[in-house]
């Protein structure tokens, strides 16, 4: 695995962050750097913990894991891809429910809990690349943070006039990932 392969990933798995962000974005009429730092930390935290978490789980079992490890991969990251995909495709509500809210600490744990589940599987695939494990985290909980920082402004900014829906690129992105580590280990 490579440092490319780890920015892709991250920039795939930072596509639920990013989605969210520029949701709550659209919600507010004036930003506030501190609560959006304050969202960008949580889930650049979150989105590198729980692959980190992932990893330790899966190095548990790497024995047993190794000789198929790459399958593990592919079908993690096309479960993910394609639950992102289905999410993308659901109609986008722009409505802001509970506004006042969308920034507190309570709030923003469970978003971030909620947008790094999947990333938590993630952490399995690095098993075969212990080398890299720290790299990743670090990168994937930095690409996170940017995405989420950069959302909030986007969302606040365009939020209403933008209809893209970043979790289908997000799927996309994990999915092709996930054949290219099928596809370098069948080689």
């Not at 986008?92 to 969308?102: A, F, G, L, Q």
Request: net charge positive; aromatic share 12%.
């Amino acid at each position: 695995m490579d440092i490319l392969s780890i920015i892709i990933i991250g920039t795939g798995l930072a596509m639920d962050c990013f989605a969210v962000s520029i949701a709550k974005g659209v919600c507010l009429k004036k930003i506030k750097v501190r609560k959006v730092l304050r969202m960008a930390f949580l889930f650049g935290l979150f989105q590198s913990l729980m692959p980190l978490a992932g990893y330790f789980a899966g190095s548990v079992f790497s024995r047993q894991i190794s000789a198929y490890d790459h399958w593990i991969a592919f079908i993690l990251l096309g479960i993910i891809g394609a639950k992102m995909l289905i999410e993308g495709l659901k109609p986008i509500d722009p409505e802001c429910e509970v506004t006042r809210h969308v920034f507190r600490w309570k709030t923003l744990f469970i978003l971030a809990i909620a947008t790094s589940i999947d990333a938590l599987a993630t952490g399995v695939i690095f098993v075969p690349f212990p080398d890299m494990i720290w790299y990743a985290v670090s990168i994937i909980g930095f690409i996170s943070f940017m995405f989420t920082f950069a959302g909030v402004y986007i969302g606040s900014k365009f939020g209403r006039k933008l209809k893209i829906n970043m979790e289908l690129f997000g799927g996309i992105i994990l999915i092709s990932i996930g054949l290219k580590i099928l596809i370098e280990h069948s080689i």
